[in-house]
C-alpha cells in the first residue's frame, strides 16, 4: 500500500494531507495554510512536502489527487477566485513523475461518500438505503453543489452536475412571491440564488423588505461587524429574532423541496446526502421538520420519498477524503470496496 498526498484547495483555505491507502477515511498527517499568502499552489506543496517528510519520512506520495473550486478541463486549472493556475504536470514533476489528478471540488466530495463510515453520516429520516442504489449530493455553502454516485462495472462511478443553477420552482404562494422579488434583483432565479450564504440573505432581505417583518437594530448592527450568513443563522437556530428564524425556516423547507427534486430525478434509492459548510451548523433546524416536509411533499410520489433516507455529512474533510480516492482510481489501483450507512 503507498501513500496519496490529496488536496482540496479553496479560495480562503487551501488544505494538504497524506493518505494511508489503506486508510483513506482520514489523513496520517495534514495542514491548512490560508490560500492568499501564497503567490502559487507548487509554494504551498514544496512547503507541505518538505514538512511532511520531516514527520513521515517513510510517507513518500505514490500519486495525487486535488479537488479545486472551479470548473476543471484537463490539466491546467485557473482557480475562481484565487490568481493561480494550478499545473497538473508541474506537480507532477515535484512528485517525480507520479501520476496527479485534479477534479473539481463537489466531484470530489462525492467521491468520498460510498466510503463514508456510519458515525460520519447524521441521518434525517426515511428508511434505509438501497444496497448499490444510486445516490444524490447538494450542499449549500458559499454556493449550491449537486453530483450524483451510480453503481456501474463492479464500482460506484461519479456523474458532476451543475444543477444548482436550475430554474427555481416555487411551490406556493410565499414562495412565488419570493421568486418575483428575487426575478426583479436578479432577472433569473436560481436555486443557487437561495440554497446558499448570499441566498440565506436574500430570504432575510425579502422577508424584511417585501414580507413588512421588521429587523432588529441588534441583528442589524451585528451584520456590520459580521458576515450576514452567520449571524442570520445563529439567530435562527436559537430562536432569537422572528426575522431570522423565519428566513432560516424557509431555507430549510426549500432545501428539503430540492433535494426531493433530485432524488426524484434520480430515484436515489441509496439515499440523498447534503455536503457543503452550512448543514452542519444548521443541524438541528434542519431535523426540525421542514426540511423533510419539503422533501416528501411530492404528491403521488411521497411514498417513495418517505423511504429515501437523508444524510447530513459529518465527515469533518470529505473533500480531501475524497480527492485522495479519486486519485487512487486514476493511479488504475483496485477499487476500494464502498461502506454501506
Same mark, same amino acid.
Given at each position: 500500500?503507498?501513500?496519496?498526498?490529496?488536496?482540496?484547495?479553496?479560495?480562503?483555505?487551501?488544505?494538504?494531507?497524506?493518505?494511508?491507502?489503506?486508510?483513506?477515511?482520514?489523513?496520517?498527517?495534514?495542514?491548512?495554510?490560508?490560500? $492568499?499568502?501564497?503567490?502559487?499552489?507548487?509554494?504551498?506543496?514544496?512547503?507541505?512536502?518538505?514538512?511532511?517528510?520531516?514527520?513521515?519520512?517513510?510517507?513518500? !506520495?505514490?500519486?495525487?489527487?486535488?479537488?479545486?473550486?472551479? @470548473?476543471?478541463?484537463?490539466?491546467?486549472?485557473? /482557480?475562481?477566485?484565487?490568481?493561480?493556475?494550478?499545473?497538473?504536470?508541474?506537480?507532477?514533476?515535484?512528485?517525480?513523475?507520479?501520476?496527479?489528478?485534479?477534479?473539481?471540488?463537489?466531484?470530489?466530495?462525492?467521491?468520498?461518500?460510498?466510503?463514508?463510515?456510519?458515525?460520519?453520516?447524521?441521518?434525517?429520516?426515511?428508511?434505509?438505503?438501497?444496497?448499490?442504489?444510486?445516490?444524490?449530493?447538494?450542499?449549500?455553502?458559499?454556493?449550491?453543489?449537486?453530483?450524483?454516485?451510480?453503481?456501474?462495472?463492479?464500482?460506484?462511478?461519479?456523474? !458532476?452536475?451543475?444543477?444548482?443553477?436550475?430554474?427555481?420552482?416555487?411551490?406556493?404562494?410565499?414562495?412565488?412571491?419570493? /421568486?418575483?422579488?428575487?426575478?426583479?434583483?436578479?432577472?433569473?432565479?436560481?436555486?443557487?440564488?437561495?440554497?446558499?450564504?448570499?441566498?440565506?440573505?436574500?430570504?432575510?432581505?425579502?422577508?424584511?423588505?417585501?414580507? $413588512?417583518?421588521?429587523?432588529?437594530?441588534?441583528?442589524?448592527?451585528?451584520?456590520?461587524?459580521?458576515?450576514?450568513? @452567520?449571524?442570520?443563522?445563529?439567530?435562527?437556530?436559537?430562536?432569537?429574532?422572528?426575522?431570522?428564524?423565519?428566513?432560516?425556516?424557509?431555507?430549510?423547507?426549500?432545501?428539503?423541496?430540492?433535494?426531493?427534486?433530485?432524488?426524484?430525478? /434520480?430515484?436515489?434509492?441509496?439515499?440523498?446526502?447534503?455536503?457543503?459548510?452550512?448543514?452542519?451548523?444548521?443541524?438541528?433546524?434542519?431535523?426540525?421538520?421542514?426540511?423533510?416536509?419539503?422533501?416528501?411533499?411530492?404528491?403521488?410520489?411521497?411514498?417513495?420519498?418517505?423511504?429515501?433516507?437523508?444524510?447530513?455529512?459529518?465527515?469533518?474533510?470529505?473533500?480531501?477524503?475524497?480527492?485522495?480516492?479519486?486519485?487512487?482510481?486514476?493511479?488504475?489501483?483496485?477499487?476500494?470496496? @464502498?461502506?454501506?450507512?
Amino acid at each position: 500500500m503507498g501513500t496519496i498526498l490529496a488536496g482540496d484547495i479553496g479560495g480562503t483555505n487551501t488544505r494538504l494531507a497524506l493518505f494511508d491507502e489503506a486508510r483513506l477515511t482520514a489523513p496520517a498527517f495534514m495542514r491548512v495554510y490560508a490560500s $492568499g499568502d501564497y503567490e502559487s499552489f507548487l509554494r504551498i506543496v514544496d512547503g507541505f512536502l518538505e514538512e511532511a517528510r520531516q514527520a513521515m519520512p517513510e510517507a513518500e !506520495p505514490t500519486c495525487a489527487g486535488f479537488g479545486v473550486a472551479g @470548473p476543471v478541463d484537463g490539466a491546467i486549472v485557473k /482557480l475562481t477566485n484565487l490568481p493561480w493556475v494550478m499545473d497538473g504536470d508541474a506537480v507532477r514533476e515535484r512528485l517525480v513523475g507520479q501520476p496527479v489528478t485534479i477534479v473539481n471540488d463537489f466531484t470530489a466530495i462525492c467521491h468520498a461518500v460510498p466510503h463514508l463510515e456510519p458515525r460520519q453520516l447524521h441521518q434525517i429520516g426515511g428508511g434505509k438505503p438501497a444496497a448499490q442504489g444510486t445516490m444524490a449530493v447538494l450542499g449549500a455553502g458559499t454556493g449550491l453543489g449537486e453530483g450524483f454516485i451510480v453503481w456501474h462495472g463492479g464500482a460506484y462511478q461519479v456523474i !458532476p452536475s451543475e444543477g444548482g443553477h436550475a430554474d427555481f420552482a416555487p411551490r406556493n404562494a410565499l414562495e412565488i412571491r419570493a /421568486l418575483e422579488y428575487l426575478t426583479e434583483k436578479y432577472r433569473r432565479v436560481s436555486y443557487e440564488r437561495i440554497l446558499s450564504g448570499p441566498g440565506l440573505v436574500n430570504l432575510y432581505e425579502f422577508f424584511r423588505d417585501r414580507e $413588512g417583518m421588521a429587523e432588529a437594530p441588534a441583528v442589524r448592527e451585528e451584520m456590520r461587524h459580521e458576515s450576514a450568513p @452567520p449571524v442570520i443563522s445563529r439567530h435562527g437556530m436559537a430562536r432569537s429574532d422572528p426575522l431570522c428564524e423565519r428566513a432560516l425556516e424557509l431555507f430549510c423547507t426549500i432545501y428539503g423541496a430540492e433535494a426531493g427534486n433530485l432524488a426524484l430525478k /434520480l430515484l436515489a434509492r441509496g439515499g440523498v446526502y447534503l455536503a457543503g459548510g452550512i448543514a452542519t451548523k444548521i443541524l438541528p433546524m434542519l431535523e426540525a421538520g421542514g426540511f423533510r416536509h419539503g422533501f416528501e411533499s411530492k404528491g403521488r410520489y411521497r411514498d417513495f420519498l418517505e423511504s429515501v433516507p437523508t444524510y447530513v455529512i459529518t465527515h469533518e474533510q470529505p473533500g480531501l477524503m475524497g480527492a485522495a480516492i479519486a486519485a487512487r482510481i486514476q493511479s488504475g489501483a483496485e477499487p476500494a470496496p @464502498p461502506v454501506q450507512p
